[in-house]
C-alpha cells in the first residue's frame, strides 16, 4: 500500500494564479482531511469529506474549496493564491471520525508558496 | 483557555535522560487522545493512543487524567532518534475532527 500520496511536492504560485493539490489514498478510507501548517504553528483544518460526495467546512476554508468523487481521491482547489497561502499543506485520512480507528494517516504534504 | 495547549519547549535533553510533556485540552467531552510525532520538513506520525487507563509502548508511557483534562506522555532513556516535535491531538466536540497542539520541540544530545 503506498497510503496517503500527495502531488506537487513543491509549487511556486504568483498571486491571483490557481492550482490544485492532489490527494490520494489506497486504504479504502472513508474519512479525508485538508490541513495546513504554518511554521511554528499547529496543523489547521481547511475542510473534510466523511465518504465519497460529501465535504464540509473546517477552521480555515476561505480561499480553498475541494471536492470528493471517489472514496480515494480528494483534491484540494485554491481560487486566486494569496500571501497568506504561503503553508506545508497535509492531506490526511482515516477509517472513522471517532473512537478506535480515528488515528490519521498523513501524506507527505505540499510546500506551496505565493510571490 | 486554548483547546489543546502544550508545553512551549525547546526541550534540551542528553541520551539516557528522561522527558516528559504536559498537554491540556478545553472539551471536556473529548473521547480520544493521541501523541504524534513529527520530524523537521516531516508528516505527522501517529506515535501512540492515550487511554483512559494509560498505556506503554517500550520506553514511551502515556497518561489521561479526565478531571484535569490533562494528558502527559514520558519518555525514558532517550535517544537520539527520539529528536522531533510531539504533537498532543485531541478530538473536537462535534467529534468529527482532530484538534491538534503546537507542538514540543525535543533535541536530544550525545
Known amino acids: 500500500n503506498a497510503g496517503v500520496t500527495q502531488t506537487p511536492k513543491f509549487r511556486i504560485l504568483k498571486i491571483g494564479q490557481s492550482m490544485t493539490l492532489q490527494c490520494a489514498q489506497d486504504?479504502?478510507?472513508?474519512?479525508m482531511y485538508w490541513y495546513r501548517q504554518d511554521p511554528g504553528m499547529g496543523l489547521k483544518l481547511i475542510y473534510y469529506s466523511v465518504g465519497a460526495g460529501i465535504t464540509d467546512k473546517g477552521e480555515v476554508p476561505n480561499g480553498y474549496n475541494v471536492s470528493r468523487s471517489t472514496t480515494e481521491d480528494f483534491p484540494l482547489r485554491l481560487e486566486l493564491a494569496a500571501p497568506s497561502q504561503t503553508s506545508v499543506y497535509f492531506c490526511a485520512s482515516s477509517y472513522s471520525h471517532g473512537g478506535a480507528g480515528n488515528e490519521q494517516f498523513f501524506g507527505p504534504g505540499t510546500r506551496l508558496t505565493v510571490l | 483557555r486554548k483547546e489543546v495547549e502544550q508545553d512551549p519547549g525547546p526541550f534540551n535533553v542528553p541520551e539516557g535522560a528522561t522527558v516528559a510533556f504536559n498537554c491540556t485540552y478545553s472539551n471536556s467531552a473529548s473521547q480520544s487522545f493521541f501523541w504524534y510525532r513529527q520530524d523537521c520538513r516531516k508528516e505527522p506520525k501517529l506515535l501512540m493512543s492515550v487511554y483512559s487507563s494509560g498505556n506503554e509502548d517500550g520506553r514511551f508511557t502515556a497518561q489521561l487524567n479526565r478531571a484535569s483534562q490533562y494528558i502527559s506522555l514520558l519518555i525514558r532513556d532517550s535517544k537520539l532518534s527520539d529528536s522531533a516535535t510531539y504533537l498532543c491531538?485531541?478530538?473536537?466536540?462535534?467529534?468529527?475532527?482532530?484538534?491538534f497542539g503546537k507542538g514540543t520541540t525535543l533535541s536530544v544530545s550525545s
Open positions: 491531538v485531541v478530538n473536537n466536540q462535534a467529534g468529527t475532527a482532530l484538534i
Open positions: 486504504m479504502n478510507h472513508n474519512y
